[in-house]
């Protein structure tokens, strides 16, 4: 299915609005070095929100992401039909990343810690053991994980987890559309059925 894609404009406030991650830091999207890169190294400052919904686990599944660089914003969705809650997670973050068109310092917001602890913590080891965990099994979603481990090559990315269904805005956002892209998938999948 091809991605829904939808442009906004973000509030007035999103501009000067900097985001808090759960330790409560302050990382902001005004142009400014990449992030552990040389400091002569400026590359554009955009928050990528994420999130993945699936109806039944597997079900027909949904993604969705929203693009922010300064007042700018730029909101994707899609789904599947038969699939997992953590292969559309994976998705979202695959997508918002593969729709920049330009290497950035992206700040990844998604409120699945399955992700995030992939990227920051478990990647680097199933790549180095040839995609197999700890237990000697192969990696679960591997092909997802090696896509995202290739949209990630392109850009400088930071991680931050978010509480799903709680108070932050752009993640109530994209679980919306999220959840709307598997609802029309297992529409059109009942529709078909039914001829």
Do not use: F
């Amino acid at each position: 299915m091809k991605p829904k894609v939808t442009k906004t404009s973000a509030p007035k406030s999103t501009a000067k609005r900097a985001s808090k991650s759960a330790s409560g830091s302050k990382t902001g999207l005004q142009d400014g070095a990449i992030p552990g890169g040389p400091k002569t190294s400026v590359r554009k400052q955009v928050q990528a929100i994420t999130d993945g919904s699936c109806l039944g686990n597997p079900g027909p599944g949904g993604w969705a992401c929203i693009l922010r660089y300064g007042a700018r914003s730029k909101e994707m969705s899609g789904g599947e039909a038969q699939t997992t809650n953590n292969r559309m997670e994976l998705t979202a973050a695959i997508r918002a990343l593969d729709a920049l068109t330009e290497p950035c310092a992206v700040e990844v917001v998604t409120d699945s810690e399955y992700v995030k602890n992939g990227v920051e913590s478990w990647m680097a080891r199933w790549k180095k053991n040839g995609w197999v965990t700890a237990a000697k099994k192969p990696v679960l979603n591997q092909d997802l994980w090696e896509a995202l481990d290739a949209a990630i090559e392109r850009h400088a990315t930071t991680w931050v987890w978010t509480k799903g269904h709680a108070h932050n805005a752009d993640n109530n956002r994209c679980d919306e559309l999220a959840r709307g892209a598997a609802a029309r998938i297992k529409s059109a999948g009942q529709a078909g059925r039914a001829e």
